[in-house]
Each structure stands twice: as C-alpha cells, then as structure tokens.
C-alpha cells in the first residue's frame, strides 16, 4: 500500500477485555516497529520485528503484551487483560532496510481507551 | 538509559517569524537523529534525517543542525506559517545493537495567522 495502515483507528475497552491491534506495513518494508505513545508524552519504544522475526521486545512493559509478525508482512499486537494505564495511542512505523540509515513511515496509530 | 529533552515544550509566535526547537540527549553513541511532525490525531511525519556523520540537513523551510559530541540538535523553520502548526518531535536511533528510537515529549507550536 501506499502507507502504513493501523485498524481499528479507536478502540475502546472494557478493563479485563483482551484486544488486537493491526499493523499492515509498506509492502516490502523489512523492518516493523511498534510503539506506545501516552497523551501529552512522545512515542515508546515497544517491539521491533525484522521479516518475521522479533529482533527487540525489551519495550514491552509486560507479559500481558504480546506481538507477532508470522508472514514477515501484516502484525499484531495483543494486550491482554487491559487495564486503564494500557490507554495510549499505538503506532506502528515500518522501514524498507534492516540498517540504519533510512527512516521510519508511521502509522496514524490506534487509539486505545480502557474504561 | 538514553533521555532526550525538548524545549520549549510550546511556543506560540505570529506568522512570519523564524524560529528555533531545541532537542538534548544524554548519550552522545547515537546513530542517526530524526525530527518529526505530528498533527493532532495523525501518526508521526518525517522531516528531516541527520546521520552522526553530518553536521546538518535541510528541506525547503526547514534546517536541522546536529552537534553529537555535545548532544544538541537545533531545527530551525524559516518565515513560519499558520500550516506550521503541529506538535515536532525529536527522536535518537542508538549507535548499540538496540533498534527502537527514543523521543522526547515534543514541543507544541502554534503559528498566529
């Protein structure tokens, strides 16, 4: 596609309820990374996939996150059993090389409100 | 741990203006240094790329200066415009094994037509 696609673009969840956030990236895009950003805060490293293999999930601030990559293309990332300090907005962004040299596209991310 | 800082967290000038965001980091071992525009409900747009080895990097209005050793980095928007408005964020890439960025919490401009 001609960017990176996030859906939902809002979610909203019941505390306790498990969601899956979509990542479509930039078709041949190599490397996916996955990101938390909280309101007035900058973006948070989470996961970082390379094809599919997940190289970093040092960023993932518990076992009740969750993220996958099994094709090398389309990833998602699981909360389970939300809870009202997950609201944030997620985004994705996804880069054409493994190296370091060019940038990242994002997502316009996923909203996600835990009530 | 890297932290990066941004300042001023916001500003509001009149149209026309030329103006200068700040952007500090603690580890100067960095690979690259990006600046990114975001636009209330939209994800993040690219606007400049300096790689440790440049100095400097430039788009139309637009100039981004990197002093690693010091751990600055300056953007600088010439005759600013009411389409300027947005929130522009700074983000570290570490010169280590880790991939992800670290960002700082933004500065919030507005532009006065």
């Known amino acids: 596609g001609a960017g990176v696609s996030q859906s939902p673009r809002y979610k909203v969840a019941k505390r306790g309820q498990d969601v899956a956030l979509r990542c479509d990236p930039i078709?041949?895009?190599?490397?996916l990374f996955w990101y938390q950003q909280a309101l007035g805060q900058g973006p948070e490293f989470l996961t970082y996939f390379q094809n599919e293999a997940q190289l970093d999930k040092s960023g993932l601030p518990s076992d009740r996150f969750f993220a996958e990559r099994p094709e090398g293309s389309v990833s998602t990332l699981k909360i389970q059993r939300t809870q009202q300090e997950d609201s944030a907005v997620y985004l994705c962004?996804?880069?054409?090389?493994?190296?370091?040299?060019?940038?990242?596209?994002f997502g316009s991310g996923t909203r996600l409100t835990v009530v | 741990k890297q932290e990066v800082t941004q300042i001023p967290a916001a500003l509001s000038v009149p149209e026309g203006e030329n103006l200068v965001l700040n952007c500090s980091f603690t580890d100067s071992a960095i690979y690259n240094l990006q600046w990114f525009r975001q636009d209330p409900g939209k994800g993040l747009t690219s606007l400049l790329l300096i790689q440790s080895s440049q100095r400097e990097q430039t788009s139309g209005r637009l100039n981004a200066s990197l002093d690693k050793s010091s751990g600055r980095s300056t953007l600088y928007i010439a005759a600013s415009q009411p389409g300027d408005s947005a929130t522009y964020l700074c983000?570290?890439?570490?010169?280590?094994?880790?991939?992800?960025?670290?960002f700082g919490k933004g500065t919030h401009l507005i532009i006065q037509p």
């Open positions: 983000a570290v890439r570490p010169g280590g094994g880790a991939d992800g960025l670290t």
């Open positions: 078709s041949g895009h190599v490397s």
């Open positions: 962004a996804s880069s054409l090389a493994p190296d370091r040299v060019v940038g990242y596209t």
